[in-house]
């Protein structure tokens, strides 16, 4: 089992080598404010073997947690969309003097997809029950702050051109 668990990380070490020197060479990272998919993926290459090692995996919660999150995370990803969706819309109504029924049908779409994700949420933290210990779900909450903090640190970090703190590794 440890020797699976060094394969993994072997694996996901060499994925994240490959990307980080595409990387270099590579177009700016976020043209037009937008990441782009192999972005993203190294991200989450990323996410997925720090959580691997901050949450010290067994393989058969391996096999279980990832592809919940994937699940859970695409099922966020799909209703964060409609979400902006509806938030141009009501833009465009408010810019439109639209009435106030159409207005509130808007308001009452996106409180809708804002009450599915709370759903979403408690329904995907019930399943890491079944994954994790009560340790590992502690480690899992406290993982997710801290690496969306830093992802949000190394964003901002970019796009104001701080290259010194860009340098700095964050991941230690």
């Known amino acids: 089992m440890k020797h699976t668990r060094q394969i993994i990380k072997l694996i996901l070490a060499t994925i994240l080598l ?6 270099v060479s590579a177009q700016p990272m976020f043209p037009d404010d937008k990441p782009s998919h192999k972005m993203m993926e190294r991200i989450e290459t990323l996410k997925m073997w720090k959580l691997t090692e901050a949450l010290d995996l067994n393989e058969d919660q391996t096999t279980k947690l990832f592809p919940a999150i994937k699940q859970f995370q695409k099922k966020q990803d799909s209703l964060q969309e409609k979400m902006a969706k509806n938030i141009e ?9 639209a009435d106030s029924l159409e207005i509130a049908d808007i308001i009452g779409e996106i409180n809708d997809a804002r009450d599915t994700q709370c759903r979403n949420e408690a329904d995907f933290y019930g399943k890491l029950q079944g994954i994790l210990t009560i340790d590992q779900q502690a480690k899992y909450i406290l993982f997710e702050i801290d690496f969306r903090k830093k992802m949000m640190n190394l964003i901002r970090d970019f796009h104001r ?7 700095d590794n964050r991941w230690e």
């Open 18 to 23: 490959f990307g980080v020197t595409e990387t």
């Open 89 to 97: 819309q009501l833009e465009n109504a408010i810019d439109n003097d």
């Open 161 to 167: 051109g701080d290259k010194k703190n860009r340098r």
